[in-house]
């Protein structure tokens, strides 16, 4: 619960109105913050351009999904846009995304995308790698004009506390909150000189540079994995089901019995590894240890200095992983959650069209953060260790075991059995380390993006507070 103390002056700002909404969300303030400020502001709607003045979402329309790279286009979704990895997005029809109707709907570097429908708010800044991907329209963009601010800026301050706070004010609604282009067009943006502007437009550029190279760098590391082991490009399969199942013999039961963990979605990935090149091992062999937390009772506290950050497992994909809330250091079995750079996480339950089974190497925050119980620990005893499984575990082979080896009707999950009889190929000496090497790097520049993009946020939020 928030307890806050407010001036009688704030009412008659607001229409006098007395719900809480208004005056805990954080947009008052920022609001009569920056008109203390000296600084020129502008509104939102004069500093972009293009389409609908350069702040849009876009139509409602059905949508026609093919497997073919070459006759689609990758589908960006509110959720899929603060993902790190956006190698597996399924393709709208080409033909469909070119038409005059949906056209606009394309990614171009620059742009931040805001989540405007259901979780509304939510922003990240279009990188190279988004560049001719298509967006739902529960995505708003806002094209800034370069001639008039630098587009790293804007989003800096967009997803600044201040800016946040302001886009987050016009939201609507009681069940499904909303955000329409007209609900941010007036927001004001502070001008800060074109020193600190060019500043934090670099760091965010940087970011989306860092992110983008890691998420080449580690479908290289799945090419140069596949190749070294005779593997043929496996396409991503973006439904699990429905796969067929053809005649089983009774031994093959003894293990498992449902259908789909002898269908074609698990079975094309063990055929293709097992005639490869290479001999194989399973994960447990390479790993330390596959550990399963227990539950344990949180008690949240205010971030400070004795607070560990805790992270769920949806937070654990996106690209600037954030906490749920802080714990106490002192925390009852806190050791157990705590993770390192070397631990693979693996969330254990979720649709199969989900998260589960896709494997996270740790960065940004979840690097000595708490994780939930939800993600299983996959231990390595090095760096190379945890960079090879990821890489492996992450093409389309490691994916499709891992998903497969999920039981459950409902909620499907994962154990540490399961995880542990996945295959992979069995590197050794210098195409082991080499391949482990890339995943590394892929994790650590993930991590270098994290610090940019948030250097950037508080150069602006510093500017603000310290205006007069």
């Known amino acids: 619960m928030i307890i806050k103390s407010i001036p009688s002056s704030w009412l008659a700002r607001t229409g006098r109105r007395l719900d809480c909404g208004p005056y805990t969300s954080g947009a008052l303030e920022a609001r009569i913050r920056l008109e203390e400020i000296a600084a020129l502001k502008q509104p939102l709607r004069k500093l972009t351009f293009g389409y609908e003045g350069g702040i849009y979402n876009g139509p409602h329309f059905s949508r026609t999904w093919v497997e073919d790279a070459n006759h689609g286009v990758p589908f960006l979704g509110s959720s899929a846009m603060l993902m790190a990895d956006l190698s597996n997005l399924p393709y709208l029809s080409k033909k469909e995304a070119l038409s005059p109707k949906l056209l606009n709907l394309r990614i171009r570097p620059g742009m931040t995308l805001i989540s405007c429908s259901g979780t509304i708010g939510r922003m990240v ?207 009852r079995g806190m050791p157990g959650y705590l993770v390192e750079q070397k631990t693979l996480l693996i969330p254990r339950s979720g649709q199969l069209s989900g998260i589960i089974g896709h494997v996270v190497m740790p960065y940004g925050d979840v690097i000595g953060g708490a994780v939930s119980e939800d993600a299983i620990r996959v231990n390595c005893r090095d760096m190379d260790i945890a960079g090879y499984l990821f890489v492996a575990l992450s093409s389309e082979y490691g994916i499709r075991q891992l998903k497969a080896r999920a039981y459950g009707s409902s909620i499907p999950h994962l154990d540490i059995h399961q995880i542990g009889r996945v295959l992979v190929p069995d590197l050794k000496g210098r195409e082991f380390s080499a391949i482990g090497g890339m995943g590394s790097s892929a994790t650590e520049l993930r991590s270098r993006a994290v610090v940019a993009e948030r250097q950037a946020r508080a150069l602006v939020e510093k500017a603000i507070g310290e205006a007069s």
């Not at 290479?278 to 447990?284: C, E, F, G, P, Y």
């Open 125 to 331: 800044y279009a990188r190279p790698d988004m560049d001719g991907m298509w967006t739902s329209q529960h995505i708003m963009k806002v094209v800034p004009d370069p001639e008039k601010i630098p587009p790293g800026y804007l989003y800096a301050y967009l997803s600044s506390r201040f800016g946040a706070s302001l886009v987050a004010s016009g939201t609507y609604g009681s069940i499904v909150q909303s955000i329409e282009p007209q609900h941010i067009a007036d927001i004001p943006v502070p001008r800060l000189g074109d020193a600190l502007e060019r500043q934090v437009h670099e760091l965010v550029e940087e970011a989306g540079r860092l992110r983008s190279e890691a998420g080449r760098i580690l479908s290289q590391a799945v090419k140069q994995l596949e190749e070294t082991s005779g593997l043929s490009p496996m396409v991503p399969s973006h439904s699990p089901m429905p796969y067929s199942s053809g005649f089983v013999s009774s031994s093959q039961i003894r293990e498992r019995f449902d259908a789909f963990f002898h269908s074609s979605y698990r079975l094309d990935a063990v055929a293709a590894l097992r005639s490869g090149r290479r001999s194989l091992t399973t994960v447990a062999s390479l790993a330390d240890s596959i550990v399963e937390p227990g539950r344990f009772k949180r008690i949240p506290i205010p971030e400070s200095a004795h607070g560990v950050a805790f992270l769920g497992t949806s937070a654990l994909m996106w690209s600037e992983p954030k906490p749920m809330y802080y714990l106490p250091k002192s925390h």
